[in-house]
């Protein structure tokens, strides 16, 4: 019987992991958010918002049926083990990132980007991570902790260098933080980042929190004054031509958003980077 079913999947992604370009786990890593948790709903609710969506972008004139993208559907994490869980993400993407696939992470916390960005600074030489965010994230610990959605920038200066890490949007920190990230220069301006990471591996982590409440409210830490959704892609765009080598969207908490449209945000920003980074079908 010919009989198409609804799966709980991305827009379109609809390929087996062996044919597959660009592979999307979902990561609903929820342990030490410390205001509003709920990130671990995330990946469930984008996947199910993103069917409102387009495979179409306007703005890139790209479309996701063009591309092999393979959703393999949300990690098991073990709850309350923060050093177990940030292996488990190593592991599964250090599986993706040998198979030579482009991982889309769909949060989940913030904290998750350092146990990607752990193993693909294994698989790739002198790799930069761009972080997109509110907050600095660059904190020694907190509440007397070192892994934390708010010290994750700084245990990946600890693994990729203090050099190789460049921060777009920030503005909310301790003082401390400014000064670190003033020491290091991690503070940046779009162009900047495109003129000093070129030729190297580039790693891309958008906070949701980064979108002024207004626009985005369902995130863990909100902080008023940020972005538009609009000049939030148009940064997106202009970091065309970097070598991405991966990408996560992070900080979702959906239950604070009843109307969804911080979780369709976040479906389109997914899209937009999957559609600006990923590989056509055919292209390896």
């Known amino acids: 019987m010919d009989v198409r079913l609804n799966s709980a999947t991305f827009l379109a992604a609809n390929c087996s992991y062996q044919e597959s370009s660009t592979v999307i786990i979902g990561c609903p890593l929820d342990i030490t958010t410390t205001f509003r948790p709920g990130t671990r709903f995330a990946p469930g609710t984008v996947r199910e918002v993103s069917w409102g969506l387009e495979t179409y972008s306007l703005l890139q004139d790209r479309d996701l049926e063009d591309l092999k993208i393979c ?7 073990p709850f309350g083990n923060t050093e177990g869980a940030l292996e488990t993400i190593q592991r599964y993407v250090a599986a993706v990132a040998a198979d030579k696939k482009f ?12 146990g990607v960005v ?10 930069v991570v761009v972080q997109i ?3 600095a994230d660059l904190r020694e610990t907190y509440l007397g902790e070192h892994l934390s959605h708010a010290t994750v920038m700084r245990r990946i200066a600890d693994v990729v260098g203090e050099g190789s890490i460049c ?4 503005r909310s920190a301790t003082r401390d933080e400014i000064r670190y990230a003033k020491q290091i220069g991690s503070l940046c301006e779009v162009e900047e980042v495109v003129n000093r990471v070129e030729g190297r591996p580039v790693y891309v982590t958008v906070d949701l929190d980064v979108l002024d409440p207004a626009v985005a409210p369902g995130v863990s830490t909100p902080e008023p004054g940020g972005l538009t959704f609009d000049e939030l892609i148009s940064m997106l765009t202009r970091l065309q031509g970097l070598g991405v080598i991966g990408c996560d969207v992070v900080e979702l908490s959906p239950t604070y958003d009843p109307t969804q449209q911080s979780a369709i945000a976040a479906a ?6 999957i559609l600006q980074f990923g590989r056509k079908k055919g292209i390896e």
Do not use: F, M
């Open 71 to 77: 959703d393999v559907g949300d990690l098991e994490l």
């Open 133 to 135: 965010d509110a907050h």
């Open 103 to 114: 991982p889309v992470l769909i949060g989940g916390e913030h904290l998750l980007t350092l």
């Open 268 to 273: 389109k920003v997914i899209r937009e980077l």
């Open 167 to 170: 921060q777009l949007g920030v």
């Open 118 to 127: 752990k193993e693909l600074s294994r698989q790739y030489a002198d790799v």
